[in-house]
Nanobody, 110 residues
Framework: QLVESGGGSAQAGGSMRLDCAVS????????LAWFRQAPRKEREGVAS????????YYFDSVKGRFTISQDDAKNTVYLQMNNLKPEDTAVYYC??????WGLGTQVTVS
């Protein structure tokens, strides 16, 4: 199970952190990622991290502004979002191994 939290509203230029608590068979999870979907747009990738080596990948739209990290002890993955822009407004989803999805959390930037 993947449960996102930390969404809400922010001003442009502000910061916000999203958390994703991972439960269940966490030992078999290879990668964790954040995706997002804005109104009337297709779902798109944001960032990913490999649970074993901590390798990270960022999509161009968030490079230099967002940071993905994990806390193995807490089975939690984070998305630190800085310098937020109105175009970051979307529902953000936590995804495990590209086949397990959380319900999402709304982020609104004005």
């Amino acid at each position: 199970q993947l449960v996102e939290s930390g969404g809400g509203s922010a001003q442009a230029g502000g910061s916000m952190r999203l958390d994703c608590a991972v439960s269940g068979d966490t030992a078999s999870v290879y990668s964790l990622a954040w995706f997002r979907q804005a109104p009337r747009k297709e779902r798109e990738g944001v960032a990913s991290i490999s649970t074993g080596g901590g390798l990270t990948y960022y999509f161009d739209s968030v490079k230099g502004r967002f940071t993905i990290s994990q806390d193995d002890a807490k089975n939690t993955v984070y998305l630190q979002m800085n310098n937020l822009k109105p175009e970051d407004t979307a529902v953000y989803y936590c995804v495990a191994d590209l086949n397990r999805w959380g319900l999402g959390t709304q982020v609104t930037v004005s």
